[in-house]
């Protein structure tokens, strides 16, 4: 969001969106439990999306790195590739250092969790800023 010298701003105008829930590929899922679902939301003061939740593949341990897990729609995709680290809840020390990473084309992409059990990472406070 751009400000300009003596423009009228409404709190509304600041307020981030509703979060919005993913449309999952490649046989990802919520994670369930007590995390919440994977979602997104705008914050237009800083002009980046915000992501949450957990998420696995009840698929098993073969997940190849560069495994879409979601696309998000235009209008809530980086300016630039997005690479962030991850925390693995799969068993300890099965995964190192898994990482997100999201494409201008809205592809949310894993690496780094294959030889787990499920691939279950948590997206919390992932944010990049916004094409636009």
Do not use: C, H, K
């Not at 993913?22 to 915000?50: I, K």
């Not at 630039?80 to 190192?96: H, I, K, N, W």
Request: no cysteine.
């Amino acid at each position: 969001m751009t400000i300009r010298a003596g423009q009228i701003i409404r709190a509304a105008d600041l307020a981030p969106t509703e979060w919005q829930p993913v449309s999952f590929q490649n046989g990802w899922t919520n994670l369930g439990l007590e995390y919440y679902d994977a979602q997104f939301r705008y914050l237009p003061l800083t002009n980046q999306v915000e992501l949450r939740g957990a998420v696995y593949s009840p698929g098993g341990s073969n997940i190849a790195d560069g495994t879409t897990i979601f696309t998000l729609p235009e209008g809530y995709r980086p300016s630039a590739r997005a690479s962030q680290p991850v925390a693995s809840l799969s068993a300890p020390g099965a995964a190192d250092n898994p990482t997100l990473r999201i494409r201008t084309n809205g592809e949310a992409q894993i690496y780094g969790v294959s030889g787990t059990a499920n691939g279950a990472i948590a997206i919390d406070g992932v944010m990049f800023v916004v094409s636009g």
